[in-house]
């Protein structure tokens, strides 16, 4: 399967919708999205808007100009934690979208969870509605790390929680894991890929985790002081090592990487995100959920607002932006580079202007010879050094795309 091929009618004409559910049950220090611990009144008063937001869904591309197409093909629940969500608070969300929108009947619709935070009646209304994919915040299997981090779990209780979505027949459960965690040594990562590899998960994110001024834990390093175990964290160098460890080991285990941060075999890649990457359309729904429609010529994003007290307050969403020719290139490339396949030099040829193709073509052989690319079968992809660095090498290959 390569990027082209999926890249069909029916890409353009089915959607995919994400459903944000910024809820969880403790605020864990690494995390900067806009999620954290509410009451219960919130939660429920949020489902009621999000259920209006998507009731109002096709007002909204039309408000915009855009196509919204009405079949859907996967269904993705993030967060926050989505698990926390009440079997009856779920089933109306889920009203909400077969009442808008054609939900094909294999689609793919995944849950986010954190483990021991997935009752059994969540867990049994989920699958009646559907949902066939358990994303689980893993973060390590090692007890002292997820610790440090504010994370209540321990590796047997993940452990467990595995083995029972996989007995309650969940098709594909998944995990997440940091690398660079405080603590995180070379045999404790080799521990997390280890046991990761070895429990019948059927997908798996290695993300590194992000040393910045939008979480507790990321000040506190920035700033060198001692609290939310900062002390504890790794160098930059160790959480590359560490991500370079799992780029050569987990292919080797079963898990191919097929994205710069995701590894599964083909018939357990996400489908929903590879949405992403290849530019296919997708509705967000919920507090800093983000969009993209297509035009009759071109395409638009939008994002909702990430203040409670913004969200669901009326009007249009917050961001707005009117994608243009050379943005849509500039996505191609560094959306498509971040999957292993890459991206196919003649169809760029095809589907943009020499002005645009011509300088990255130039930019792309200095980064081959670098080592940073390579090109097979006509298409560009990254290398392993690459995919470490892969923000400067967009910014290289688009640096003679003319503004
Ligand atoms: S569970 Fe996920 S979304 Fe919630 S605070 Fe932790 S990392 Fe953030």
Avoid at 2 to 14: E, F, N
Avoid at 333 to 352: A, K, P
Wanted: charged residues 20%; hydrophobic residues 40%.
């Amino acid at each position: 399967m390569t990027a082209d091929s999926l890249r069909t009618s029916s890409l353009d004409s089915t959607l995919g919708i994400y459903v944000s559910v910024p809820f969880c049950r403790a605020k864990c220090s690494f995390c900067n999205f806009a999620s954290g611990v509410s009451s219960s009144a919130t939660i429920e008063s949020y489902v009621t808007r999000l259920c209006a937001e998507i009731d109002s869904a096709a007002a909204t591309a039309e408000s915009l100009n855009a196509k919204l197409p009405r079949a859907v093909d996967t269904v993705y629940f993030g967060g926050g934690t989505p698990s926390l969500l009440e079997p009856a608070q779920l089933r109306r969300i889920f009203r909400a979208l077969y009442k808008n929108f054609e939900i094909a009947s294999d689609a793919e619709i995944t849950l986010e969870a954190a483990p021991g935070q997935i009752a059994d009646a969540v867990l049994a209304e989920a699958q009646l509605l559907g949902v066939n994919r358990i994303s689980l915040g893993v973060q390590s299997f090692v007890d002292r790390e997820t610790a440090a981090v504010g994370r209540s779990h321990t590796e047997r209780e993940c452990i467990r929680e595995i083995v029972r979505l996989q007995s309650a027949g969940v098709a594909d459960v998944g995990a997440d894991l940091i690398a660079g965690l405080p603590y995180q040594t070379t045999a404790s990562w080799q521990h997390s890929l280890e046991v990761a590899t070895s429990i019948g998960l059927k997908h798996l994110s290695i993300y590194m985790l992000e040393i910045d001024e939008d979480s507790r834990l990321g000040r506190e390093v920035m700033a060198g002081g001692l609290r939310f175990h900062a002390n504890g964290v790794a160098a930059d160098d160790s959480s590359a090592e560490f991500y370079e460890t799992a780029c050569e080991w987990l292919p080797r285990h079963g898990f191919p990487q097929y994205e710069i941060s995701n590894f599964a075999a083909i018939p357990h890649q996400s489908r929903h995100n590879r949405k992403y990457w290849l530019r296919a359309p997708y509705f967000g729904f919920g507090l800093d959920a983000h969009s993209m429609l297509l035009r009759e010529n071109g395409a638009v994003r939008f994002a909702n607002p990430d203040e409670h007290s913004q969200y669901g307050a009326g009007g249009s969403p917050l961001v707005l932006i009117d994608i243009s020719e050379r943005e849509a290139f500039e996505e191609t490339i560094f959306l498509g580079l971040r999957m292993n396949e890459g991206i196919c030099r003649s169809q760029l040829r095809r589907n943009f202007p020499g002005e645009f193709v011509v300088p990255t073509e130039d930019a792309a052989r200095e980064l081959i010879r670098d080592g940073l690319m390579i090109e097979r079968d006509d298409r560009w992809q990254l290398t392993l050094r690459g995919r470490l660095i892969s923000n400067d090498v967009f910014t290289n290959l688009l640096l003679g795309v003319a503004v």
